[in-house]
């Protein structure tokens, strides 16, 4: 994996943010490299938003530090940080055409009025808004006020752009289009990006890292690649996308690292473990549903996970068909997705007996 | 079948009916402001002399005028204020702010008598003002505060606040975000509120008859006054001004947007 020493934009040591009642966040400490798309993933209410307010300086840390920079900034008021947010709600000013609202910032700092007419014109190219200078945000598609914000934060050019979740809001395709779009931008500006989100596909899509948050604390930090197919919790697996969890306990070890579950009822499933993970802190293990292979009841073959069962749900999602199977052995449901690749021989349908298959190195060990 | 014709031929009829009640007195009220009858009462020819006589009549000018002033002066002072409180008890956490906002409206239905008895008392006993021009200002900004937060604060429930923080994360300190970005976005409710405010303070004439003191005249205290000589004909045409002018300023302001619109 790409693991390049890359010198901390922004850096948390131990952050406490606590409300009345709550724990907001909870002795959290990251590193986000200078450069690159940091994200924070997590359902609502683990504290990824708030987390994102303490670099802004839209709230006040109650432990620990939040350095920008290589500075502590924990008493810094949010117009004096070298960072920028754009809002969920993207908060362009209602009163201002696109032109007064993305030259805000500048005219706060001061610039000159052609140096800030000159800049304003660069970095509405840059997005793609050329005549739009004299609409209000209110007479402008979706899409065209989403680049407003980012233009309204990147022509003051700063250190770091906090984004929190600026997509939410937009439908599907429009959001597709707009993550794409996000990347290239960032690509071409090589400001660093701390962005927030929920949706698991959107944080996939646009990270170079992420880091996934629950409950105030953070559960992993790691490439897309790493959090999809190796999530360490039994909550990241959950939370990355219906993966089959199975709890269990480590019931034989061999030497090449390979590793026999028991599960709670009664399920035998054999898993490759990482060196450093110890066989006693091993809670469970996941399997994605497209690593699932489905075959006939009677096929005879190798292989390290089998189980029979019966498919008792299947919906059709275009690509594949996710399909649900009650196993023989123990009331227990799996999902595994059936490709509809033309050319693919097998086909199933509801009620049928089937086999499930899957290698040992499919089973991702789980270890809280 | 039928009687959903019938439904259809009365629910328009009801509303129609309700106008008539509402506007019957007022257009009489103006037909007979034309009437050339020496008591205003009935119809007797058409005439301008009345509107004649109250141009060259020096009290109601200085009644109006009077009025007017008083009107201007609270509308600028009760809606500042009023947004200011509003902000203050929007924005900020504090002991007691529940009860505060739930009583916003009370000074607005206590009955005007209690109102204008107590700044009475208030003004001659406590506090020492003099009855007259000040006096009235005073009562008037008292009253209509509390209707100009309860307008600003219904706006701020519905604004994106995120906004201000807009503001200070593109670099501007508290003051210039309220100068650029918070006042700005209440502004259309302020503006709202001094509409509201304006026939308020106008019009009100128990609270002023308390505190007005002798010689101070508003307009509806003048109007009141003229009633000992009978039903004039001044009052008709005074009436009728008071009338269309409103008319007036609603249509404008109809066809002002609809021209922005468009």
């Known amino acids: 994996m790409e693991n390049r020493e890359g010198i901390p934009c922004v850096e948390l040591r131990n952050v406490v943010k606590r409300f009345p009642g709550v724990t907001a966040v909870d002795h959290v400490s990251l590193k986000v490299e200078q450069g690159r798309i940091f994200s924070l993933l997590g359902p609502s209410g683990c504290g990824k938003t708030t987390t994102l307010r303490l670099v802004a300086g839209f709230e006040t840390l109650d432990e620990g530090d939040v350095l920008i920079d290589n500075k502590v900034v924990n008493d810094i008021p949010a117009h004096k940080r070298n960072c920028s947010t754009v809002f969920q709600t993207l908060a362009l000013f209602p009163h201002m055409t696109v032109e007064e609202n993305i030259g805000y910032g500048l005219e706060r700092k001061g610039v000159a009025k052609d140096k800030i007419k000159k800049e304003v014109g660069e970095v509405l190219e840059l997005m793609q808004l050329g005549g739009m200078e004299k609409r209000r945000p209110s007479q402008i598609s979706g899409g065209q006020r989403q680049r407003v914000a980012l233009a309204r934060s990147l022509v003051l050019g700063p250190k770091i752009l906090l984004l929190d979740k600026p997509l939410a809001s937009l439908d599907r395709k429009l959001r597709k289009e707009m993550q794409t779009e996000i990347k290239q931008i960032q690509r071409e500006v090589g400001i660093t990006f701390l962005y927030v989100t929920h949706d698991q596909k959107e944080a996939l899509t646009i990270s170079d890292t992420i880091a996934v948050m629950a409950n105030g604390r953070l559960e992993q930090v790691g490439t897309p690649n790493e959090i999809y197919e190796t999530p360490r919790t039994r909550f990241i697996a959950d939370f990355m996308g219906a993966s089959n969890i199975f709890l269990g306990k480590v019931i034989a070890t061999s030497s090449s690292q390979e590793v026999q579950l028991e599960t709670e009822d009664g399920l035998k499933i054999i898993a490759i473990k990482n060196k450093g993970i110890p066989s006693e802190e091993i809670t469970g293990i996941s399997v994605h549903p497209e690593l699932i292979d489905i075959l006939p009841e009677g096929t005879d073959l190798e292989g390290d996970n089998k189980f029979r069962g019966k498919i008792i749900e299947m919906n059709y999602q275009g690509d594949f068909t996710e399909t649900r199977i009650c196993l023989n052995q123990v009331d227990r449901f799996i999902t595994a997705h059936l490709s509809n690749e033309p050319g693919q021989n097998a086909r199933f349908s509801l009620d049928e007996r089937v086999l499930l298959c899957w290698s040992r190195h499919s089973s991702k060990i789980l270890i809280g | ?262």
Not at chain 2, 3 to 19: C, R
Request: aromatic share 12%.
């Open chain 2, 1 to 262: 079948m039928k009687a959903s014709n019938m439904t259809n031929k009365i629910l328009p009829t009801l509303p129609m009916l309700v106008y008539i009640v509402l506007w019957a007195p007022v257009i009489i009220l103006i037909l007979f402001s034309f009437s050339s009858n020496r008591f205003g009462i009935k119809w007797e020819s058409f005439t301008l002399q009345w509107y004649f006589d109250i141009i060259g009549n020096v009290a109601v000018r200085d009644a109006l005028i009077r009025s007017l002033t008083i009107a201007s002066i609270t509308i600028v002072v009760a809606t500042i204020a009023g947004a200011i409180a509003a902000y203050g008890l929007y924005k900020y956490k504090f002991r007691g702010r529940g009860a505060l906002r739930t009583t916003i409206l009370l000074p607005m239905v206590m009955p005007s008598v209690v109102t204008g008895g107590a700044l009475l008392v208030f003004f001659s006993r406590a506090i020492h003002i003099p009855l007259g021009f000040a006096a009235i200002t005073i009562a008037h900004i008292t009253f209509c505060t509390p209707l100009a937060m309860f307008v600003v604060l219904g706006r701020m429930a519905r604004i994106d606040w995120s906004l201000e923080e807009a503001s200070a994360d593109l670099g501007a300190d508290r003051l210039t975000t309220w100068r650029k970005i918070t006042i700005p976005v209440l502004l259309p409710a302020m503006i709202a509120s001094a509409a509201l405010i304006f026939p308020w303070s106008f019009d009100d004439f128990i609270i002023t008859y308390f505190v007005a003191g002798v010689g101070t005249t508003t307009l509806p205290i003048y109007i009141f006054s003229q009633l000992r000589f009978g039903a004039t004909p001044v009052i008709n045409t005074i009436g009728t001004i008071l009338v269309v002018l409103p008319i007036i300023g609603v249509l404008l302001m109809h066809f002002l947007q609809k021209k922005e619109i468009a």
